[in-house]
Nanobody, 117 residues
Framework: QVQLVESGGGLVQPGGSLRLSCAAS????????MAWYRQAPGKERELVAQ???????NYADSVKGRFTISRDNAKNTVFLQMNSLKPEDTAVYYC???????????WGQGTQVTVSS
């Protein structure tokens, strides 16, 4: 069993910053990717940022230059630093982990990010 616990969401004004954290624990064999997704009301879940085990990153065009994904390998924790936040960044943000050994995706419970004045 693998658990992903997110934290760091909240209400922030446009132009502000937030840092999301996701701590993974449990029977993790081989982390291929850790990522952040988001889902706004009435919209499909979308990839925000992805970090591979080799360190390569991938970002949605809408967040490039504003968001940064990073990881503490020793703690199996992934972070999402979000700067210059916009109202359109408002969504529930989900942490994702792909264990390549068992070919299984794991998801966190989600954390709400609201950008509003």
């Amino acid at each position: 069993q693998v658990q992903l616990v997110e934290s760091g969401g909240g209400l922030v004004q446009p132009g502000g910053s937030l840092r999301l954290s996701c701590a993974a624990s449990g029977s993790i064999f081989k982390v291929d990717f850790m990522a952040w997704y988001r889902q706004a009301p009435g919209k499909e879940r979308e990839l925000v940022a992805q970090l591979s085990s080799s360190g390569s990153t991938n970002y949605a065009d809408s967040v490039k230059g504003r968001f940064t994904i990073s990881r503490d390998n020793a703690k199996n924790t992934v972070f999402l630093q979000m700067n210059s936040l916009k109202p359109e960044d408002t969504a529930v943000y989900y942490c994702n982990l792909l264990d390549g050994w068992v070919s299984t995706d794991y998801w966190g419970q989600g954390t709400q990010v609201t950008v509003s004045s």
